[in-house]
T-cell receptor
Framework: DGGITQSPKYLFRKEGQNVTLSCEQN?????MYWYRQDPGQGLRLIYY???????QKGDIAEGYSVSREKKESFPLTVTSAQKNPTAFYLC?????????????FGPGTRLTVL | KNQVEQSPQSLIILEGKNCTLQ??????????LRWYKQDTGRGPVSLTI?????NTKSNGRYTATLDADTKQSSLHITASQLSDSASYIC??????????FGTGTRLLVSP
C-alpha cells in the first residue's frame, strides 16, 4: 500500500521544547516538502528537498530544521525559536521538484503548544 | 504578484443540491491548475488537473472548468453528498518553479 505517512497525528509541546515530526513515503519520489496550514490561510512552504542530503528553505523556514538522510524520510524539527508553532503540518512528495508535477500529501500532524 | 483567490470562503448546501466554487488567479507563467479536496484533519487529495488547453474536465460528480483568458476556474459538484463536506483548495503552478495555494472554500453539505 503506497503512500505517505506522518506521525504523530497529534503533538503537544511545552514552550521552549524542540519537537520532531516524522514523514515517510514509499512512492519512490525524489522530492519531499513540508507545509504549514493555518486557519484562513493557504498552505505555506517551510522546506523542500530535491534529493537525499539536499534541502532548501521555503517561504517560512525560520524556526524549523530538516534532514534528508534517506530517500523515504524527511523529518521536520520545530525548534524553540519558532514563535508561533501551533498549526497543522503537512508533508508531501512528488516525482521531482518541478511545480507542475502532482504533490501527494500525508495525513498531517497537528501541533499544539501548551 | 502571484495570487490565487477563492470564493466563497464557506458554503452550506442541502444534500442532493449542486454547487459551484470559484478560483481566480493572477500568475505568470501559468503551467496548470489543480483542485484538491481536504477532509477535516486530513491531507489534501487531488481531484482534477487543468492545463492551458483544457476547458473542462470531469471526475465523477466533480467537473472543473478553466477559462485561461479570464484566468478563472470553477469546480462544480453535482448531486452533493454528505461526504462532499470538506475544504476545496485551488492550486496553480507558476512555471516549473512554484505552487501558489488558494485559501480554500469550506463546504458543508447538510442532510
Amino acid at each position: 500500500d503506497g503512500g505517505i505517512t506522518q506521525s504523530p497525528k497529534y503533538l503537544f509541546r511545552k514552550e521552549g521544547q524542540n519537537v520532531t515530526l516524522s514523514c515517510e513515503q514509499n512512492l519512490n519520489h525524489d522530492a519531499m516538502y513540508w507545509y504549514r496550514q493555518d486557519p484562513g490561510q493557504g498552505l505555506r512552504l517551510i522546506y523542500y528537498s530535491q534529493i537525499v542530503n539536499d534541502f532548501q528553505k521555503g517561504d517560512i523556514a525560520e524556526g524549523y530544521s530538516v534532514s534528508r538522510e534517506k530517500k523515504e524520510s524527511f523529518p521536520l524539527t520545530v525548534t524553540s525559536a519558532q514563535k508561533n508553532p501551533t498549526a497543522f503540518y503537512l508533508c508531501a512528495s512528488s516525482i521531482d521538484t518541478r511545480a507542475y508535477n502532482e504533490q501527494f500529501f500525508g495525513p498531517g500532524t497537528r501541533l499544539t503548544v501548551l | 504578484k502571484n495570487q490565487v483567490e477563492q470564493s466563497p470562503q464557506s458554503l452550506i448546501i442541502l444534500e442532493g443540491k449542486n454547487c459551484t466554487l470559484q478560483c481566480n488567479y493572477t500568475v505568470s507563467p501559468f503551467s496548470n491548475l489543480r483542485w484538491y479536496k481536504q477532509d477535516t484533519g486530513r491531507g489534501p487529495v487531488s481531484l482534477t488537473i487543468m492545463t492551458f488547453s483544457e476547458n473542462t474536465k470531469s471526475n465523477g460528480r466533480y467537473t472543473a472548468t478553466l477559462d485561461a483568458d479570464t484566468k478563472q476556474s470553477s469546480l462544480h459538484i453535482t448531486a452533493s453528498q454528505l461526504s462532499d463536506s470538506a475544504s476545496y483548495i485551488c492550486v496553480v503552478s507558476v512555471g516549473a518553479q512554484k505552487l501558489v495555494f488558494g485559501t480554500g472554500t469550506r463546504l458543508l453539505v447538510s442532510p
